[in-house]
């Protein structure tokens, strides 16, 4: 963040701002190939695959993903654990036909689902890696004939996963990458071309492909940002390294939470996500004072999503393991006084 700032006021003695700096200069370009290459090189990626750079969030992959891989005719599969891949298979529905191959929402959502099938013709079969909301997280991956689509926005980069088995990574930057506004959309380009549908220029990734992500003017800014998180994930040592972190961080909290018999969590503990820990308090009563109490301490942002509702807390790449230490030691301190 540091170093953000100080590009606001100089980029790399320019003289001018990040902001203000040409997108077709040669310090964007440069800020951009590391980005590009960074990406390469934390995913091991090969030669089929392309790394973009695009506009919007992962809800525009929602839209961006159907229009480019499922034909009017075609069929594609989604498998449902949450809001977000709710969301998306909707916004697939769109473009052509969509089996939702499994949804968790009868269950409340606090299990991944392994035992379903997709069918035989499916153009791909699209999950969350992570469920931000519901606070589940696939920890193997599916193994299905269907090129996989993952919407990694809330765990990308968070442990080394065999990427080059993916059909199409999407990721909005907000969580473990950058600033709002750009999408990360890492795409085997031989799925590409297999729509008849006209597909508009600024949607169509062969056209940004061509364009090596500078169809138009990209989110500068945004882009900045995650080439120096990417920097400083492989300066830390890489995927492995944030996997260990994530890991003990992970551990100490749910270990926390089934310590305290003023705890729960409904989530099966295989599929348990260790970038969003989501639990309640047994007597709802005491939820508000917990918060308040969380508050004081300076923790903010630990409401659980307002359709689920109890307590999340979310434990991305940048947040130190003395922040949950910090956090167990008040859910500790807060049990004794209230158990
Ligand atoms: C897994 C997942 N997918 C999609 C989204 C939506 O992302 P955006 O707000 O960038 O469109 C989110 C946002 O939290 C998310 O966590």
Redesign the pocket.
């Known amino acids: 963040m540091e170093q953000a700032a100080a590009a606001i006021h100089d980029f790399n003695g320019t003289g001018l701002s990040i902001l203000e700096i040409g997108h077709r200069t040669k310090h964007f370009q440069a800020v951009l190939d590391e980005a590009i290459a960074s990406v390469r090189s934390l995913m091991q990626l090969g030669d089929e695959h392309e790394v973009l750079f695009l506009h919007g ?3 525009t992959q929602f839209m961006q993903v159907p229009m480019n891989l499922l034909d009017e005719q075609g069929i594609a599969a989604y498998h449902v654990n949450g809001v ?1 891949g709710k969301k998306a298979a909707k916004e697939a529905a769109l473009f052509g036909k969509v089996a939702v191959v499994s949804d968790s929402e009868s269950n409340g959502n606090t299990a991944i689902d392994k035992a379903f099938e997709i069918p035989g013709e499916a153009s791909y079969l699209h999950i ?1 890696s ?1 469920n ?1 909301v519901e606070g589940t997280q696939w920890h193997q991956f599916p193994d299905v004939a269907a090129p996989v689509v993952a ?1 990694m ?2 765990d990308i980069f968070s442990r080394p996963i065999d990427f080059r088995r993916f059909g199409l990574i999407y990721a ?1 930057a ?1 969580k473990n990458m950058g600033a ?1 506004g750009v999408n990360l959309v890492v795409v085997r380009k031989d799925l590409l071309d297999r729509v008849s549908r006209k597909i508009p220029a600024i949607m169509d990734y062969r056209q940004h492909i061509a364009a090596g992500s500078l169809m138009n003017t990209p989110p500068v800014f945004p882009v900045y940002v995650s080439m120096l998180t990417l920097r400083w994930i492989l300066a830390e040592g890489g995927l492995t390294v944030m996997e260990q972190r994530n890991r003990e961080k992970a551990e100490l909290l749910y270990q926390t939470i089934d310590s305290l018999p003023i705890f729960k969590t409904l989530v099966k503990k295989e599929d348990r996500s260790w970038m969003n820990a989501v639990f309640f308090l047994n007597d709802p009563a005491l939820e508000a004072s917990f918060l308040e109490r969380c508050a004081k301490e300076g923790m903010v942002g630990v409401k659980g999503y307002r359709t689920v509702g109890g307590i999340r807390v979310s434990m991305y790449n940048a947040l130190p393991l003395s922040s949950v230490e910090a956090i167990c030691s008040l859910m500790r301190d807060f049990a004794a006084k209230n158990g």
């Open positions: 969030g992962a809800t977000w969350t992570n931000t919407d926005s809330s909005g907000q709002a």
